[in-house]
């Protein structure tokens, strides 16, 4: 189910005032910057070029809004977490995140990238806590899986399952690879059920050690 095919871009923001009037579920991608985020989303959307790649970490800067067929908004917010950016912008751009995701009424849910090397950083943890208590759905996308073997891979995505698990189905997890397009299927499935054009998957059940509210820059 090709949910993000087609997409087109709508509109940027900048600041919490800029957002526009709700138009329609919304679906947000969240992730530390250079954990592969806008190529996640170029290839849900089957476009070489939907969202900005850069390999300088910090260059998405803005809200962008892309619409879907489905009438539903695909939602990329602004990498976090680069050390090289000035303080005040990577002020600005906790608020921008943090207010749209505790504020903004047509969110349906947020897909969150972590890079599968280096899973639940301190500023991962951070996100899932503003997040977690809207009681919508979250789903983790560990990326850049084809880095690591087979074997490990599978240990990571075991791993992290095992210490979201206590959160229950409102988060669910998988292995995603841009470069091999491998996962894609996995996540419209999950995403889809979201909209109401699917059933959702559920999460395992393991227990998981009290998140953490650092801030700090963990690699």
Do not use: C
């Amino acid at each position: 189910m090709p949910i993000f095919r087609n997409a087109q871009f709508e509109i940027s923001i900048a600041k919490p005032s800029g957002l526009p009037p709700p138009s329609g579920a919304e679906i947000a991608f969240a992730g530390r910057s250079n954990a592969g985020k806008s190529s996640a989303i170029n290839t849900l959307a089957g476009h070489v070029r939907l969202a900005y790649v850069s390999k300088t970490p910090g260059r998405t800067q803005l809200i962008n809004f892309f619409r879907l067929n489905s009438g539903a908004l695909l939602v990329d917010l602004p990498g976090y977490g680069y050390a090289a950016v000035p303080e005040k912008v990577r002020r600005d751009w906790q608020g921008l995140i943090e207010h749209y995701l505790k504020h903004r009424e047509s969110l349906a849910g947020l897909v969150l990238i972590m890079d599968s090397r280096h899973p639940l950083t301190p500023l991962d943890r951070t996100m899932i806590d503003w997040f977690v208590p809207s009681g919508r759905p979250m789903h983790v996308l560990l990326t850049k899986s084809d880095k690591l073997s087979r074997g490990a891979a599978t240990a990571t995505l075991q791993d992290v399952r095992r210490q979201l698990a206590p959160l229950g189905p409102q988060v669910t997890v998988q292995l995603f690879s841009s470069l091999k397009k491998t996962g894609v299927e996995e996540a419209e499935h999950v995403i889809a059920g979201w909209l109401g054009l699917g059933p959702v998957a559920q999460a395992q059940e393991v227990p998981l050690p009290p998140l953490g509210h650092d801030t700090s820059d963990a690699k």
